[in-house]
């Protein structure tokens, strides 16, 4: 099984410059890192630049995801057989040489302090598997219990950056395996 992806690249005004279809296979379809590389394999052009991704909820509101859970929950919401994904360049420096720590998305990475996408350097606790926190909440000082390592800018391609690898195992692409309880 598969999902069918139909991403909207908006370039300057021009709401929907760019639209491609492509297909997701279903093991990897909740994984936002590997959702990430594809939109950059698919759109060459954002290889270099931040973007951001949204879906529409049923409301016509686009509602930004930029983590596992969130995209699992948008792939819940779906109501057809297509996936909508609407993508927007980050306006200032791009992810290339040069670009400031503070501008830098770690795509797939959820802060454990505020639950929100990092931006900026990413804290990552040295000896916990799985915690990280935005700069915001290490300077406000959680979890002081141990020592942390400073990540000014995301490795793609690296395995441990915060992306779940079971979650694509607990639960299916489609809407009905994930809103049932």
Known sequence: MSVTIKA??????????????????????????????????????????????????SEGDLIAFSSDEELVEALGQLSEDVFRIYIQKNSGPSQGPGQGAEDVFHPGVTCDGCEMGIRGPRFKCVICPDYDLCKKCEKRGI?????????????????????????????????ESITET
């Not at 279903?26 to 990430?36: A, G, L, P």
């Not at 793609?156 to 992306?163: D, I, K, Q």
């Not at 690898?165 to 489609?174: F, G, L, M």
Request: net charge positive; proline share 5%; hydrophobic share 35%.
């Open 8 to 57: 909207y690249l908006k370039l300057g005004n021009n709401a929907n410059a760019e639209i491609r279809r492509f297909v997701v296979d279903q093991d990897v379809c909740s994984n936002f890192e590997y959702m990430t590389k594809k939109l950059m394999q698919v759109f060459p052009s954002l290889a270099s630049e931040s973007f951001e991704v949204a879906w529409k909820d």
């Open 143 to 175: 979890h002081p219990e141990h020592d942390f390592m400073k990540i000014r800018k995301p490795k793609f391609g690296r395995s441990g950056h915060g992306v779940s690898t079971n979650v694509k195992e607990k639960i299916s692409c489609y809407p």
